[in-house]
């Protein structure tokens, strides 16, 4: 089922606006597995550290996902014997929108037909006017399509 995106996280720009992938609430036990995963990768880490993290990433506002997702891509990539804190609370994927006026000036830049194309709009829970999306980020993130834009 198509998801609509929260307005929460939602971040204009001068040239377009640009939202987290990740939404959703952030539970004390994924918090736990996140800390014991990090716990197994790292083992020099001190308690300390991992009381930091889980109150830093109570308020950076992460969601289960995106701190799942923070995790693994941690585990993975980090090249220094240790990570810092700033490594997970930093791991986040946008997706970048468009207002009708940002909209208009992608048709200004890029012309009608290919803007027409390639940015159509979606729903943004919480917002009774589109914003537009690139088409590849419609369909793997699973935007909803703003009901207007289905009747044409």
């Known amino acids: 089922m198509p998801k609509s995106q929260p307005t929460h996280g939602l971040q ?19 918090i736990v597995d ?6 197994a990768a790292f083992p020099k880490l001190e308690k300390e550290w991992h009381d930091i993290f889980y109150e830093m990433v ?12 923070a995790v693994n891509n941690v585990i993975k990539t980090i090249i ?6 700033a490594n997970f609370l930093n791991y986040d994927k946008k997706i970048k929108l468009y207002t009708y006026d940002q909209k208009l000036k992608l048709i200004n830049e890029v012309g009608a037909n ?3 194309k390639l940015y159509l709009s979606v729903k943004i829970e919480g917002m009774t006017k589109p914003m537009w999306a690139h088409v590849s980020d419609i369909e793997k993130y699973e935007l909803q399509r703003f009901d207007a834009d289905k009747q044409k």
């Open 58 to 69: 109570i308020e950076e506002g992460m969601s289960d996902d995106r701190l799942i997702a």
């Open 80 to 85: 220094y014997p240790e990570p810092t804190i």
């Open 34 to 39: 996140a800390s014991s995963r990090i716990m």
């Open 114 to 116: 290919v803007a027409n």
């Open 12 to 30: 204009i720009k001068k040239e377009h606006c640009e939202m987290s992938i990740y939404n959703g609430e952030l539970t004390k036990r994924k």
